[in-house]
């Protein structure tokens, strides 16, 4: 029943199916008076069956797309968007039902597959076996919601089973469906429906603060969302009619992305009436950066993350990290890109800039982090600052390289914050000052920590070093002198990592810490995948490659037809 | 010159198309009767709801029975059109809706329940007129039926002073606002020589452009507004709407802020986009007759409008008095509709206001099961809602995610239309200024986001004052479900909503 | 000498203000309503003049009689009211009802 | 300077499809001991662990014999295997595949790596036999194999450069091997990261080779943002310009072959298109200018700075010290054989390159020589013996960069193997004396071993022979070849300024060197098999005066924090040491001691017992490299004896293609200045002789006393640790501190800022409503006050404050309406 012209859909809906059971079963727990245990459990199993059939339909989407399609014509020229389901949605509004994949979200789309459910693995109290099983705080089933105080606060994954399942399922939904909208309208709906979960996910199963990175995660997102708005109307309101779902033409304006690329190409928006007197593709550009740039999270914009990551749950750092910073420069690649490539190419540099920052300055600002979490999250920051620069260089080299990067670090840093959470359901800590020694009592553990962090500080053979030799050897010929300045990342990424490693692993083993269990089967399911999927992805990157380049060279094509 | 025969004839074929006021008027006079003749019986409070509710369903069966071909009632009174309709439709809806809300609340007991009803049914039927008046007389006639009806409800429960307090700031600033719009409407009547709100285009070109005819025009058209506005509470006709608000019964305050908000919308649709309009083509853009700036000052106070109101709102932490505030700043975009002065622009005006009463009676009722419990509709009683009374707040989380404006909700549809409407202008000669207009009204969306936010901590984040679950009758269940139900269907299910706005706005009678 | 049009718009300005004025400035509940009524009369002021002078018909009379009419109605309420508020408060002075502050 | 030769066409690619199952073995026995070894060790025992190990070496070492015979068979120039697996990456200009090659001096390369490679593994069996985690160091040395193995056969530098990594992570693992012991874990840690500042280095110069390959640039709107514009010949094809399909090198025919031209990785495409003149990239390259540098120089000189980082040359040298942290084998393997000598390899392999920019050339050879130098100066007094070997070791092969620097690719090339061979004697006879005296590396503390350890004293002696350039052996032919060359160089330049002085200069100072190398190894040799035996007081005192906790503190780079547990390093480290003596008794891969180590080591000091030969395992490796570093000195009998070319020169030929011209000068000369390097290496041994055999002499004590600050500053390695730590550790600590502070407190501001904001505007609303509302009406009422007395007093109440604030309200909406045209 699953078809190439409906996979997507089935991606998208399954999760809010598997919450739609969720809610029926609680509404049915009233009538029946059913256990909390039952509804707690039957909740978990539900949402572990839809989030693997999500990423069946990810992998299926990935199986059946071809790099090489001519994909949907418009206006006679191929954009390779394959899968495509569309149907008209609000008629008035000329909104429609519009998604497909082409090379560039079809990553994204695999990548949200793995990850949702490797976080819907982490969210699962289950398989903690072994001889020793971890204390996770408040473990025990009995649940009066918010029975807490700070110091032992009861885990994440019995406080409020199925409201969490719930969120976590409509966050997935969220995220899918903004990855392959093709209806800026469509887009923003999923883009505000994934926002909203996290903002719960965070600020009820979070950590001591979570209020705070929650409201804050919360503005900051919202800021951006509301100028995305503006910017789309204004584009919207700039743009000629197109052919809608049913053949007829659309009333006077579109929302249809693939269109409006075309008449970007075709200079509608840069020959635009000014807006104020600031021309207004440029104008339109900024908007849409700035709340893009927000999600990535760019330079001055991005101290919602660390306090996001610290206080979320494991499974919410996981997808944040993995996820919703993809969506930042997919935003970019798809929106600003397409439909506005002369303020691109006027704002070029001043990204590149950014990007610079990105990598340098959180690159030194992890260097100096105590907090386990807080590390690897700007380390998250200087990562993503590599996507931002070779999206400014715009070479072909250097933007395959650049989205490359959002898939690696989607597959490398959910593992880190995995480990992060393997330790901390262990120490109730996360001050690396206060590990040490640990390798001595987890051997395992230490021995996948170890992978992940030489991964993300770019080792070759590992996935983090191809893209960023190729956004290095990319943005080489553009940007010199920025490039130059990035390259010396490598050294202070080296150094924070290993000095982490240093900390918590090597030394005298912290006698407080011994007994500690090693991982568990749970932690292993997710653990070793990801880690096979970075070596995989280290020695043959052609493979997701091959998907992307045509996608990409076309969209530089298009900024700068020949 | 002496009644001619015409005259009795056209009123005898007025009232076949005013059977559902007709309803109303009778029904709410024998509801005091009802009161008195089940002064007895023990189930009072019961009947009497449903005795209302019937009512409703009357007036409703007629009105859905009525056609909205536009046409002038009683020589020019008031008109009969769908757009009219449409806001009859809404207005039945919230009473009803407050029937529903008001019967269990413990705001009014039996013995006082019933001539609450009458009363209620009364401001009905004054808002219909309201929606479907063309002449200042009638205009006024409505409105004062209205506002003097809301002034006793206002007040209406015993020794409680915040009440009474509420009630005479109410029939203060009330009867000052029509005094001044009275006194407006003489000036318009001497100069345009008429008082058939739909000729007043024609006449306002003969007025010469003198200063003092300029003055008196714009004098006048000011403070006819000034009775719209402070009906519809925009600044600077505001100010009772948080005493008021606060004090009256909390069912009231939930249908005074929807029902007479949305009649002061029609109201101020029909005098301003229908009447002080080039009668641009239906579809198209008009602008304002004469040398009325009305859409840029409209625009203005929508501005400040919104402004004051989420900022005023900020620091608030009793519910009631927040949502007041917030009301106010709702009015402010409902007002960027007007300042269109557009087609999309009013239909935009008519789309909010349906949002506004599904969303916002939702987010009362969420106060109301709260106060109703703790006897305190401040902020610090929903700490912990989320444990203790999970669908109250899961739903009024709904709700303040609609009135922020967050798709997928039916206040994500009218806010988006309204900000369709004012981009629309911004092509436009004076584009710059509805441009800046938009920003504003963004900004003011992240504000809003900031308060309603608060309450979104309090209820899920925060711990509770105390652990006891919060209980409520299950009829609140079903309404709290119904209207969060209601507002992300109609977020995602929009098309009926805007075909029916589209439809009832074509039939707008223009004389 | 006869009285213009001007001479009653004048009379019903100064109508108006004093009304305005009585409203603001007065302590006592009921003279704030008279103040009210003072402002409708005002306007009656300038119906029965515009109708007399200008326009002709009897729009503006009838107009008049609807709004002495609602006028009365309107002063039965507030004296209700400030019944109540005499009641609750023990005094009619609108400077005591200030429960409500921003 | 001549260039690359017309003669020289494209190379011949002979296909080898079994290649890649060279670096596989390890890599699989890698995999094994990595995932299974704990249960192998602790169910089959530790022998399983290292006979996969071995096995696997075997293995490799025989597919390369495999692959040597396959190329002995082949005409002289078409020596070049070739297999490729898949392609890795294809973006753009950039198109790789992983694939291997072996040309003459990979291929030597592969069987030093291999063959070594297996005897070190022999030896760490006796070596390592208690260490509990058995399998994790049989682990960490097949990846290290595998690693290597990728380095030297990679047919592109991509391939190249996973090595590159590879190997340093592999030496990361291996030095803090012992990782509870905190200074060697951050001695693994500061390898790792100045390796990163070379790998910085290289990127960028490879960048830069690239991207002046075909010089295509993407055609971008903002020009002034491409720094160098390319010479015409090389702007992109039309296929280039269009990014739609990727475009690889686009190819030139010379005379019937097509030869790729365009930028590339991969080496053979890179060596074709420079050195064949026909393509004219050699021209083009030649021209390029970069910041007004030759752009060549700056390619090779920044190559060169990954060659620092690898191969311990100055200033980047300072990590090769500490790495003798690792467990001995490791030294030898890796810190010795062949990992350190990687930047040779690549210079050697971009000879072509290096040809073609003097003063590149002239870079190479100073640093080398001044390391050279600088090191030996080192290594006179340092008293751990395998500090002694590792500044040695710093200083041989600043000698090799001396011969590729001076264009000697087949002589540095040479020394290489020869210093394979004897250096990795000598790390494993160090080995096996420390492992004689329970882990004492402090010659002071040994003597009189000869006597106890009779094979180790003669393989040692035997290499120490070796490195100090005697005729015959495998050192003298290699070093003297070197230092004759380098003589003979006149054409090298200084940034850019011609400096024919300079090749002389060189030859002074590096035969300067050769004297000091041949001074502290027979020193070395002297004090720690002459005499009688000074050993057995145990550790105590050891670390008192001990050399490297003079700079212990400096080189915890960031972690300040752990100055305590640096000090309480040593008794993990001495629990090792007490497993020692077990193996030593032959008693092979007894557990129970492995666990009874650590309470052992309480009273080790009276338990340790006279030194004793190490076992056979042992004794047979260090046999065997002690015949090889004597042996290999038959590839490289110069042709002055023999009156044709060393047999490695000619087996290199083909792989250097680069021609650099020498001076002539009579056989004379050449005889003189070979008596001179065997002078050289007299006089050293001479001195050491005369002041450390036997452990007589006072004189070393009192010169010590008479210069005792000049002895501090080099006894403690002219403090470069501490200047690093100083220069560069705590600045960018204290910015990484200092920015974590800015961006808590200043950009995190901005938001909470926001949210203040609006807190302040809605308490200036309510002001705004409080006062001036208020105040107006006051103000107004003052003002009626003021006007009229007749009026009576006025008084407000709050909704009369509303109303005025309505009516000022409408007054203000109609002047709006007259604001408005």
């Known amino acids: 029943m699953i078809r190439p012209d409906n996979v997507l859909v089935w991606a998208t809906f399954l999760p809010v199916i598997g919450s739609a059971v969720i809610l029926a079963l609680m509404v049915v727990r009233h009538f029946l008076g059913l256990k909390k245990r039952f509804l707690d459990q039957a909740s978990r199993v539900v949402t572990m069956v839809a989030s693997f059939l999500m990423l069946v339909a990810s992998i299926l989407a990935w199986h059946w797309f071809d790099p090489r399609a001519q994909g949907l014509l418009v206006q006679g020229k191929a954009t390779g968007v394959q899968m495509v389901s569309r149907a008209i949605w609000i008629r008035p509004f000329n909104v429609e039902w519009f998604v497909g994949v082409d090379g560039l979200s079809i990553s994204m789309v695999l990548l949200t597959g793995i990850i949702s459910f490797v976080a819907a693995i982490a969210s699962m109290p289950w398989w903690q076996g072994g001889a020793k099983a971890i204390h996770m705080a408040g473990m025990d089933e009995d649940d009066h919601g918010h029975g807490d105080d700070e110091h032992h606060p009861k885990h994440f994954t019995v406080r409020m089973v199925p409201g969490y399942m719930i969120l976590l399922l409509l966050l997935m939904t969220g995220m899918m469906g903004t990855f392959v909208a093709l209806d800026m309208f469509l887009f923003y709906v999923f883009w505000e429906v994934m926002l909203l979960p996290m903002y719960f996910l965070i600020g009820v199963w979070g950590g001591p603060r979570r209020e705070y990175a929650a409201i804050k995660f919360f503005l900051y997102t919202l800021a951006g969302s509301v100028l995305m708005l503006l910017a789309i109307i204004a584009v919207y309101y700039r743009s000629l009619p197109a052919v809608m779902a049913d053949g007829t033409l659309s009333a006077r304006h579109t929302f249809n992305l693939l269109e409006l690329a075309a008449q970007g190409r075709a200079g509608q928006f840069a020959t635009a009436l000014p807006i104020l007197g600031v021309a207004f593709s440029k104008i339109v550009f900024v908007a849409f950066f700035i709340g893009f740039a927000i999600k990535i999270p760019m330079f001055p914009f991005h101290t919602w993350l660390p306090d996001a990551h610290v206080e979320a749950p494991t499974p919410i750092s996981v997808i944040l990290a993995g996820i919703l910073l993809k969506m930042g420069p997919y935003g970019i690649l798809r929106f600003n890109y397409p439909l506005l490539p002369d303020a691109t190419e006027w704002a070029a540099n001043a990204i590149a800039v950014f990007g610079v920052i990105n990598i340098i300055y959180a690159a030194y600002v992890a260097l100096a982090q105590r907090d386990f979490k807080k590390m690897v999250a700007y380390s998250s920051v200087s990562h993503m600052g590599f996507t931002l620069l070779g999206m400014a260089a715009m070479t072909p080299m250097a933007i395959s390289g650049a989205v490359y990067n959002m898939f690696t670090h989607g597959i490398i840093s959910p593992a880190l914050f995995l480990i992060v959470g393997v330790i901390y359901d262990r120490a109730h800590h996360r001050d690396m000052e206060r590990f040490g020694g640990l390798a001595k009592e987890l051997p395992e553990y230490s021995g996948l920590t170890g992978l992940a962090f030489f991964a993300s500080l770019g080792l070759p053979g590992l996935a983090g070093f191809i893209p960023e030799f190729m956004v290095l050897a990319g943005s080489f010929p553009v940007y010199l002198t920025f490039t130059v300045i990035s390259a010396t990342a490598v050294i202070i990424t080296a150094a924070y990592y290993l000095w982490a490693m240093q900390r918590v692993f090597l030394g005298k083993l912290n006698s407080a810490y011994a007994g500690f269990p090693d991982v568990n089967w749970r932690e292993r399911i997710m653990l070793y995948p990801l880690a096979a999927i970075m070596i995989f992805l280290g020695f043959y990157p052609q493979f997701i490659l091959h998907a992307i380049n045509p996608a990409l060279q076309l969209l530089i094509q298009n900024l700068r037809p020949v | 010159m002496d009644i001619q025969p015409f005259l009795v004839a056209e009123n005898v074929r007025s009232t076949g198309w005013f059977r559902p006021e007709l309803v109303l008027t009778f029904g709410a006079l024998s509801l005091f009767l009802l009161d008195l003749a089940w002064r007895r019986s023990e189930s009072r409070a019961r009947l009497l709801s449903a005795a209302t509710l019937t009512v409703f369903g009357l007036a409703a069966i007629l009105l859905s029975l009525q056609p909205g071909t536009p046409q002038s009632l009683f020589n020019g009174m008031i008109a009969n059109d769908a757009f009219a309709n449409f806001f009859k439709w809404i207005f039945l809806a919230g009473g009803a809706l407050t029937v529903l809300i008001a019967g269990p609340s413990r705001a009014y007991p039996p013995s006082r329940i019933g001539p609450f009803y009458a009363l209620l049914v009364t401001i009905v039927l004054g808002l219909f007129l309201m929606a479907s008046a063309t002449d200042l007389l009638m205009i006024y006639m409505a409105i004062e039926l209205v506002s003097m009806v809301s002034y006793a409800l206002a007040g209406y429960s015993k020794g409680d002073r915040k009440a009474a307090e509420a009630a005479l700031k109410y029939v203060i600033f009330g009867g000052v606002a029509s005094g001044a719009m009275i006194f407006g409407m003489s000036y318009l009547y001497g100069m345009l020589g008429t008082t058939d709100i739909t000729r007043f285009a024609a006449a306002i070109a003969q007025v010469p452009t003198t200063l003092p005819h300029r003055l008196g025009l714009i004098l006048g058209v000011v403070l006819v507004s000034s009775g719209v506005g402070y009906k519809i509470a925009a600044v600077p006709w505001h100010m009772w709407a948080p005493d008021v608000y606060e004090g009256a019964p909390t069912p009231f305050t939930a249908f005074l802020s929807t029902g007479p908000k949305a009649a002061g919308f029609a109201l101020a649709a029909r005098l301003l986009w229908g009447a002080l309009d080039t009668r641009g083509s239906m579809m198209g853009l008009s602008e304002a007759v004469g040398n009325i700036p009305w859409p840029a000052v409209v625009g203005v106070l929508s501005a400040v409008t919104m402004t004051l109101g989420n900022f005023t709102a900020l620091p608030q932490t009793n519910l009631k008095r927040l949502l007041a505030y917030s009301s106010i700043a709702h009015a402010g975009y409902g007002l960027m509709g007007l300042a269109a002065n557009s087609f999309v622009g009013t239909q935009a005006v008519m789309v909010y206001m349906l949002a506004y009463l599904i969303m916002n009676l939702g987010a009362f009722l969420a106060v109301i099961v709260v106060e109703r419990f703790t006897g305190s509709p401040s902020i610090f009683e929903f700490r912990g809602l989320g444990h203790r009374a999970p669908l109250a707040a899961v739903s009024m989380a709904i709700f303040l995610f609609a009135l922020t404006g967050l798709p997928p909700s039916i206040g994500f549809t009218g806010k988006y239309w309204l900000f369709v409407a004012v981009l629309d202008r911004v092509s436009g000669p004076t584009g710059g200024w509805y441009a800046t207009l938009a920003i504003i009204a963004a900004l003011n969306t992240a504000v809003a986001l900031y308060y309603y936010a608060r309450i979104l901590r309090a209820m899920f984040f925060e711990a509770p004052l105390s652990e006891v679950e919060v209980t409520y009758p299950t009829s609140y269940k079903w309404l709290l479900a119904g209207f969060a139900a209601a507002t992300v269907l109609f977020g995602i299910w929009v098309t009926p909503i805007m075909d029916w706005t589209r439809l009832s706005l074509g039939q707008f009678y223009r004389g | 000498m006869i009285p213009t049009l001007s001479h009653y718009l004048a009379v019903a300005a100064i109508l108006f203000a004093l009304g305005l004025f009585t409203v603001l400035t007065r302590r006592n509940a009921v003279a704030v309503l008279m103040g009210v009524e003072l402002m409708l009369n005002a306007a009656n002021v300038n119906l029965v003049a515009f109708n007399k002078f200008m326009v002709g018909g009897l729009a503006g009379q009838t107009f008049a009689l609807f709004v002495i009419v609602l006028a009365a109605a309107e002063a039965a309420v507030g004296l209700a009211i400030v019944l109540s508020i005499f009641h609750t408060f023990k005094t009619i002075d609108v400077r005591a009802a200030d429960l409500m502050r921003e | ?821």
């Open chain 4, 1 to 821: 300077m001549n260039h690359a030769t017309q003669h020289l066409g494209p190379t011949v690619v002979h296909a080898a499809g079994y290649l890649w199952l060279i670096p596989l073995f390890p890599a699989v026995g890698a995999i094994i001991n990595s995932l299974l070894g704990t249960r192998i060790q602790r169910n089959l025992g530790k022998r399983w662990n290292h006979a996969i190990a071995i096995g696997m070496m075997t293995l490799s070492f025989l597919t390369a014999l495999r692959a040597f015979a396959q190329m002995v068979a082949l005409p002289g120039d078409e020596r070049f295997l070739q297999n490729t697996l898949w392609n890795m990456l294809t973006a753009g200009q950039m198109q790789f595949d992983l694939a291997f090659a072996l040309d003459p001096l990979s291929m030597m390369m592969v069987l030093i790596i291999t063959f070594i490679g297996t005897l070190i593994h022999v030896f760490s069996v006796g070596y390592m036999a208690d260490e509990p985690s058995y399998w994790r160091f049989f682990a960490y040395l097949n990846l290290f194999v595998f690693a290597m193995l990728l380095l030297v056969m990679g047919d592109n530098f991509a391939v190249m450069f996973f090595g590159w990594e590879g190997v340093g992570l592999a030496s990361y693992l291996l030095i803090s091997f012992w990782y509870t012991d905190i200074e060697k874990a951050q001695a693994g840690m500061k390898a790792f990261v100045v390796n990163r500042f070379g790998d910085f280095g290289f990127i960028l110069g490879l960048f830069l080779l690239f991207w002046s390959l075909g010089g295509i640039w993407e055609p971008r709107a903002d020009a002034r943002s491409v720094t160098y514009v390319p010479e015409i010949g090389y702007k992109a094809d039309p296929a280039a310009q269009n990014p739609f399909e990727s475009t690889g090198p686009r190819a030139v025919v010379v005379d019937g072959h097509a030869v790729k031209v365009g930028p590339t990785l991969n080496f053979r495409e890179l060596r074709d298109q420079v050195v064949i003149e026909a393509t004219g990239v050699g021209e083009h390259l030649r021209h390029q200018k970069l910041w007004g540098v030759a752009l060549l120089t700056l390619v090779g000189m920044l190559m060169f700075v990954g060659a620092m980082g690898k191969s311990a040359q100055l200033p980047l040298y300072v990590w090769l010290p500490d790495a003798m942290a690792g467990p001995t084998p490791v030294s030898a393997l890796i810190h010795a054989a062949t990992m350190v000598t990687a930047g040779v390899y690549m210079v050697a392999r971009l000879s072509y390159i290096y040809a073609m920019s003097p003063t590149a050339m002239g870079w190479v050879a100073t640093i080398g020589v001044l390391t050279a130098f600088f090191a030996a100066t080192i290594g006179f007094f340092q008293y751990d013996i395998k500090k002694v070997l590792a500044y040695s070791t710093v200083s041989q092969l600043g000698i090799m960069f001396i011969g590729v620097g001076v264009g000697a690719y087949w002589a540095g090339t040479y020394h290489l193997l020869t210093h394979a061979f004897f250096k990795a004697t000598l790390f494993l006879g160090s080995g096996s004396v420390i492992l004689g005296c329970h882990h004492e590396q402090d010659m002071r503390k040994m003597g009189g071993l000869k006597k106890l350890m009779p094979v180790t004293a003669w393989t040692y002696l035997v290499a120490t022979w070796a490195i100090a350039g005697f005729p015959w052996a495998s050192g003298f032919f290699s070093k003297d070849e070197i230092l004759w060359k380098a003589f003979t160089q006149r054409g090298m330049e200084l940034f850019g300024v011609p400096a024919p002085w300079l090749g002389p200069a060189i030859f002074v100072i590096g035969i300067l060197a050769a004297t000091g190398t041949s001074f502290y190894m027979f020193r070395s040799y002297y004090m720690t098999f002459t005499g009688h035996y000074r050993g057995g007081a145990g550790h105590d005192e050891e670390h008192g005066e001990d050399p490297h906790s003079a700079h212990a503190a400096p080189h915890h780079a960031p972690a300040a924090a752990h100055a305590p547990a640096a000090a309480h390093g040593h008794d993990d480290h001495a629990a090792h040491g007490h497993a020692a003596p077990a193996a030593a008794h032959g008693v092979h891969a007894a557990p129970a001691h492995a666990t009874h180590a650590a309470p052992a080591h309480d009273d080790h000091g009276h338990h340790g017992g006279p030194p004793h030969e190490s076992p056979r395992s042992i004794t047979w490796v260090l046999a065997t490299l002690a015949f090889g570093a004597v042996a290999v000195s038959f590839l490289g009998i110069p042709l002055l004896w023999t009156g044709h070319a060393p047999i490695l020169e000619h087996w290199l030929a083909p792989a250097l293609p680069a021609e650099v011209t020498f001076l002539h000068f009579g056989h004379a000369t050449e005889w003189l200045f070979q008596g001179m390097g065997v002078a050289a290496a007299t006089i050293g041994w001479f001195f050491a002789m005369k002041l450390f055999k036997d452990g007589q002499s006072r004189v070393p004590h009192d010169l010590k006393h008479r210069f005792f600050g000049f002895w501090t500053v080099v006894y403690n390695k002219y403090y470069v640790d501490e200047a690093y730590h100083a220069l560069v550790i705590r600045p960018s600590l204290f910015l990484a501190a200092f920015l974590s502070w800015f961006d808590q407190h200043v950009i995190d501001w901005l938001v909470n800022f926001a949210g203040w904001l609006a807190r302040v505007f809605a308490a200036i609303d309510d002001a705004i409503d409080k006062y001036v509302v208020d105040g107006a009406v006051n103000g107004v009422g003052g003002l009626t006050r003021e006007g009229g007395r007749v009026l009576r007093r006025i008084e407000t109440g709050r909704i009369q404050t509303y109303l005025y604030g309505a009516a000022f309200g409408s007054l203000l909406v109609v002047l709006l309406n007259f604001l408005f045209r």
